[in-house]
């Protein structure tokens, strides 16, 4: 799973992830995936993946299946519902029209 941690000035008008606590929160899902015992993961910062409007976000592979999370309860939750019991969380989906991609 990657985690956009993209750092722009504080006046881009597209805002970026870091700011918006992505770098916290990366750090949070490695230390509670490795509490929760999930070796077969591997959480990584990522450069910008370019919808930053919607951040902070993630992506995870390989279903490429993308996130959109706030706080270490929706980390919790993709952690526990996604990968630990296979099922989407519909409710922090990004959709493929949502926002600029690559």
Known sequence: MFHCTNERPATHKR???VAKGSKELCDYMCRRSMSLGL??????H?????????????????EGVWY???????IDEILKTHVM???RV?????????????
Do not use: F, W
């Not at 519909?90 to 690559?102: S, Y």
């Open 90 to 102: 519909e409710r922090l989906l990004l959709r493929p029209d949502q926002g600029p991609r690559h």
């Open 39 to 44: 070796k077969k993961i591997r959480v990584n």
């Open 15 to 17: 805002g970026s992830c």
């Open 68 to 74: 959109t999370y706030k706080c270490e309860a929706d």
């Open 46 to 62: 990522a450069g910008c993946l370019n919808r930053c409007e919607l951040g902070p976000t993630m992506v995870i592979y390989p």
């Open 85 to 87: 019991n296979g099922k």
